[in-house]
């Protein structure tokens, strides 16, 4: 009896003594990204580590409790995202120790629905930024045509940050992490770019109209719907609408999004069809 008893006993330390190691083994440890003034902007394309809530019924606490289990993807996976459920994406930073500048981080996709960044205050309680188009512009952090964040770094140490994101399709998320002077630099030219872009779009559509005015023909008077209909859904995708038109009704814009490059390319096939018809 003794002798069966003690071979019980080594079995159950051996299976218990397996199953940890199992469970160290399919630990799956996070990435640090190192930030260094040297450089001030970039984009994250290695792997991060995430987790699709189904459901949406988990909150930062569950999700950074440690009890939820995380997995490394490549950076840029396309999550099979729908309107019930919730991706949550886990990074760890770490600045250097020359680094002095603060750091932001952005998602330069105006279409995303929901877009939270949770991180922990000097007191260690979790704080939350929100953006995305299905969000008032005055909830936002800093406005703006997509979701920008402010990252909290106050020492070195490696600090958790966590990503919450919304969306009624499935997409791929892309991180980019940009210093704070630099990052200013790139929203003014973005800005720029975009106002020339459509500035030159409005001049056309207003010079067909002109034309119209003048000639009083069909086909001018549709290339200036066209050139507004090209310019206004411009201004949506790239966020300008939900940024300056409609940043109190997001609901417009969220659906807008969907809808308005439809009925642009529509729009393009019979207006090039015109066209075609009036020279040949």
């Known amino acids: ?5 003690l071979v019980t006993v080594c079995c159950l330390l051996a299976v218990s003594s397996q199953a940890a190691n ?18 001030p902007s ?5 792997t991060v ?4 809530d189904e459901g949406s019924n988990a909150s930062i606490e569950l999700a950074a409790g440690g ?10 996976t396309r999550y099979a995202l ?42 260690g309680r979790w704080t939350v930024q929100r953006a995305g188009d299905a969000v008032a512009q005055g909830e936002w952090h800093k406005r703006g045509l997509y979701p920008d964040f402010e990252v909290y770094l106050s020492d070195t140490a490696p600090k958790d940050i966590y990503l919450q994101i919304r969306n009624f399709r499935p997409v791929s998320v892309p991180i980019r992490l940009t210093a704070a002077p630099q990052r200013e630099s790139q929203r003014q030219l973005e800005l720029l770019s975009l106002g020339l872009m459509l500035g030159i779009l409005i001049s056309l559509a207003a010079l067909s109209l002109v034309r119209f005015l003048e000639h009083r023909q069909h086909s001018d008077g549709c290339a200036s719907l066209f050139g507004l209909l090209i310019a206004a859904t411009v201004a949506q995708i790239t966020g300008v609408l939900n940024a300056f038109v409609w940043s109190a009704v997001p609901e417009i814009g969220n659906y807008a999004s969907s809808f308005m490059p439809v009925v642009a390319v529509g729009c393009t096939l019979l207006f090039v069809r015109n066209v075609f018809v009036l020279h040949v």
Do not use: C
């Not at 009890?67 to 840029?76: D, I, N, R, S």
């Open 42 to 46: 970039l984009q994250i394309d290695t």
């Open 82 to 123: 729908n309107k019930y459920d919730t991706l949550w994406i886990k990074l760890r930073l770490k600045r250097t120790a020359d680094s002095r500048t603060h750091w932001t981080l952005n998602l330069p996709m105006p279409f995303l629905d929901v877009a939270m960044l949770y991180q922990t205050d000097s007191a």
């Open 49 to 52: 580590n995430s987790w699709i």
């Open 22 to 39: 199992q469970a160290d083994s399919g630990a799956q440890p996070v990435e640090i990204i190192v930030l260094d003034d040297l450089r």
């Open 67 to 76: 009890v939820v289990a995380f997995k490394p993807e490549p950076a840029l």
């Open 1 to 5: 009896l003794l002798v069966r008893l």
